[in-house]
Nanobody
């Protein structure tokens, strides 16, 4: 059973933009660190970005810094990933995931995904001309 539902993926040309959404109706997102991961064809899944539950701290992998922005709206039980200046190498299935930690003051986008125990089914992002 998937705890999150991702949406907003699709086909976009290089240089284009997409906004991914991650939502849940089952529980509140308060106290959860949320991360976005992606898996390109033939590659391992990698962390892309993360945000602490109050949104005070965010983190990105180097390849998306300055292009992607993570944000969250806890009352709406949603987390977003704004992706701009997309490149073909951004192609992949994007997943959101979460783990409970109300004490986290920061997070690492590249942190071991094993600590994330709530996942979505993913949304496909394809960047191609």
């Amino acid at each position: 059973q998937w705890q999150f539902v991702e949406s907003g993926g699709g086909l976009v040309q290089p240089g284009g933009s997409l906004r991914l959404s991650c939502a849940t109706s089952e529980f509140t997102l308060d106290s959860y660190v949320i991360g976005w991961f992606r898996q390109a064809p033939g590659k391992e899944r990698e962390g892309v970005s993360c945000v602490t539950w109050r949104g005070a701290s965010t983190n990105y992998i180097d390849s998306v810094k300055g292009r992607f922005t993570i944000s969250r709206d806890n009352p709406k039980k949603a987390v977003y990933l704004e992706m701009n200046s997309l490149k073909p190498e951004d192609t992949g299935v994007y997943y959101c995931a979460g783990f409970w930690n109300p004490y986290a003051t920061n997070c690492a986008a590249s942190e071991d995904e094993g600590q994330y125990d709530l996942w979505g089914q993913g949304t496909q992002v394809t960047v191609s001309s």
